[in-house]
Every structure is written in C-alpha cells, then in structure tokens.
T-cell receptor, first 108, second 115 residues
Framework: AQRVTQPEKLLSVFKGAPVELKCNYS??????LFWYVQYSRQRLQLLLR??SRESIKGFTADLNKGETSFHLKKPFAQEEDSAMYYC??????????FGAGTILRVKS | DGGITQSPKYLFRKEGQNVTLSCEQN?????MYWYRQDPGQGLRLIYY???????QKGDIAEGYSVSREKKESFPLTVTSAQKNPTAFYLC??????????????FGSGTRLTVV
C-alpha cells in the first residue's frame, strides 16, 4: 500500500528561523507529490506540486527519490505561516493519499 | 465564482439516524471525493467518483453511501451503521481523465457530531 508519513505532529519555530516539514513516502512507481495547507478557519488549499518545481509563499519542496522524501522548506518563517500542513501522494487514477499532517507554529 | 459548496457547516445527529451531507461544485470537474478528517490521522478517503453514475469505495467506506446522479453533486450519507461518525468531512473535486491533474479543490467542510 502507498504510504505517506509526516513524523512530526507539531513543529514550533521562532519567526525568522528556517522551517523544514518532513514528508516520506512509499510508492512503487514514479511518485507525484503535493503539499496542502490549512490556515485557521480556511479551507484546505494546494500549496505546491513537485512537478511544477515552483516556490509558493517562499516555500519549496524537492523530491528526493533516493531518500523517498518530499520535505517542505522555507528559509525564514513568518507568523502567517502558522497552519496545518499535509503532504499527499497521488495514487493510480487521481486519488490522493494524505499524511497525518504537521501543525506549524511560528512564534514571535 | 467557481468552487465547491458543502452544507450544512455543522450537523448534529442522534444515534441510529441517517444523515446526508451535501457537496456541490461548479468547476466542471469530472471527479469528486469524500474524505474524513480526524485529529492525528490526516485525511482518509471514504468514496470517490471519477464520472457521473459511477463511484468506488475508498479506504473507510463502511457505514457510508454516496450517489453521483449529476456531475455537479456528490452527496454523502452517513448511516446508522457507521460506528464512529463524529468527524470533520471534506469534499473535493478534480479534473479527471486526460485533462491533466492539478490536485484537488476542497470544500469548507461539514462538522458532524453525534449526540
């Protein structure tokens, strides 16, 4: 079975510090991975897709097939980054398998 | 303004009752999905539909039922057989088939509480 693991339930950092939200996956084929974010009182929304190789709100994520990882990074955290973050893996068809999520708290 | 609308926002159910959660989209998406969100467990797939009049069970379909009579609508019924229905339910949609996949668009969710 495909699996997505986010090992940290909560990550707490100070404003201006670097952020790394971890995501590991297991998949037998060529993976397609996503990061979703859920800000307080807002709906879940797409943050970025690995195939786009884009940077959204200063966040980047690189697919590392050797380590089967897709960690989300930002060099300088901002208070408005505080949210729940989910890593997701596309299965056959268009189904997404989600990790358990990581709460990011940015302290001032 | 395109998007997904879930209703109601909050729903209370008595033991033994069936309840139906509504999900409507005007994005012209082929595929629709229902997930359940529980603290510490992430999102788990209940049912999904790739096309009208067709749907498949997800990982936790027991105690739930769906229909897909119209492209825009994908209602979820939580039956009395669902042992632990109190949760936050999310509906999503996406392009299907050969039109490319860009991830999901999510609704704002329905919080169901059994009283």
């Amino acid at each position: 079975a495909q699996r997505v693991t986010q090992p940290e339930k909560l990550l707490s950092v100070f404003k201006g510090a670097p952020v790394e939200l971890k995501c590991n996956y297991s998949y037998s084929g060529s993976p397609e991975l996503f990061w979703y974010v859920q800000y307080s009182r807002q709906r879940l929304q797409l943050l970025l897709r690995h195939i786009s190789r884009e940077s959204i709100k200063g966040f980047t994520a690189d697919l590392n097939k050797g380590e089967t990882s897709f960690h989300l990074k930002k060099p300088f955290a901002q208070e408005e980054d505080s949210a729940m973050y989910y890593c997701a893996l596309r299965e056959y068809g268009n189904k997404l398998v989600f990790g358990a999520g990581t709460i990011l708290r940015v302290k001032s | 303004d395109g998007g997904i609308t879930q209703s109601p926002k909050y729903l209370f159910r008595k033991e033994g009752q069936n309840v139906t959660l509504s999900c409507e989209q005007n994005l012209n998406h082929d595929a629709m999905y229902w997930y359940r969100q529980d603290p510490g467990q992430g999102l788990r797939l209940i049912y999904y539909s790739q096309i009208v009049n067709d749907f498949q069970k997800g990982d936790i379909a027991e105690g739930y039922s769906v229909s897909r009579e119209k492209k825009e609508s994908f209602p979820l019924t939580v039956t009395s057989a669902q042992k632990n229905p109190t949760a936050f339910y999310l509906c999503a949609s996406s392009e299907g088939g050969g039109r490319g996949f860009y991830g999901y668009t999510f609704g704002s969710g329905t919080r169901l509480t059994v009283v």
